[in-house]
């Protein structure tokens, strides 16, 4: 019988592998990189523009929603989730400094934003030669950070272990990285 750990860790390189499963071509993943993000901090600028009244302070909803993924992201994988804690950290901070330019400027800055993400997604689909991950299963939206966090990881010889079972899990051999 599994232990808790190795239930977790089976469980997170089954999401990966499903995720994975749309994006075997490297250059969709990298249309990701830059597409995900976009499309994170697009979504963030918006939220930024409001406060969230919390015990006589008040929170920015931005911050409440990277808090809520992060510790998503957490309990699905801790050193994932603590490099997504930066990351989107970082990005709720962007959209933050965006919100200075007035909420017109940084509503156009969210939109335009917006439209370039998905726009380098669907290309990256598209040399793929398949469809989005999302239109199979809309929890796919919450596990691309995840996915691409993973990718990066195994780039950089990280998550070996993990990388495996993912590997394993979509039936192909571990590809090799220069």
Same mark, same amino acid.
């Given at each position: 019988?599994?232990?808790?750990?190795?239930?977790?860790?089976?469980?997170?390189?089954?999401?990966?592998?499903?995720?994975?499963?749309?994006?075997?071509?490297?250059?969709?993943?990298?249309?990701?990189?830059?597409?995900?993000?976009?499309?994170?901090?697009?979504?963030?600028?918006?939220?930024?523009?409001?406060?969230?009244?919390?015990?006589?302070?008040s929170?920015?909803?931005?911050?409440?929603?990277v808090? %809520?993924?992060?510790?998503? +992201? !957490?309990i $699905?994988?801790?050193?994932?989730? *603590?490099? /997504?804690?930066?990351? =989107?950290? &970082?990005?709720?901070?962007?959209?933050?400094?965006t919100?200075?330019?007035?909420?017109?400027?940084?509503?156009?800055?969210?939109?335009?934003t917006?439209?370039?993400?998905w726009?380098?997604?669907?290309l990256?689909?598209?040399?793929?030669?398949n469809?989005?991950?999302?239109?199979?299963?809309?929890a796919?939206? %919450?596990?691309?950070?995840? +996915? !691409?966090? $993973?990718?990066?990881?195994?780039? *950089?010889? /990280?998550?070996?272990? =993990?990388? &495996?079972?993912?590997?394993?899990?979509?039936?192909?051999?571990?590809s090799?990285?220069?």
């Amino acid at each position: 019988m599994p232990t808790h750990e190795q239930g977790r860790a089976q469980r997170v390189s089954s999401v990966l592998a499903s995720y994975g499963r749309y994006h075997r071509d490297p250059r969709n993943r990298l249309t990701h990189y830059f597409g995900v993000p976009a499309i994170i901090y697009a979504v963030l600028i918006p939220a930024a523009l409001y406060s969230v009244p919390i015990d006589g302070a008040s929170l920015g909803l931005d911050r409440i929603i990277v808090i %809520v993924a992060v510790v998503g +992201y !957490l309990i $699905a994988d801790v050193r994932l989730g *603590l490099a /997504l804690a930066v990351v =989107l950290g &970082a990005l709720a901070a962007a959209a933050e400094a965006t919100t200075t330019l007035g909420s017109a400027a940084a509503l156009s800055v969210a939109a335009a934003t917006f439209v370039l993400g998905w726009a380098l997604q669907l290309l990256g689909h598209h040399l793929e030669g398949n469809r989005p991950a999302f239109l199979t299963n809309l929890a796919q939206l %919450v596990i691309a950070p995840l +996915y !691409l966090c $993973a990718e990066l990881a195994f780039a *950089l010889g /990280l998550r070996s272990r =993990l990388r &495996a079972h993912v590997e394993q899990q979509l039936g192909a051999a571990p590809s090799v990285h220069h």
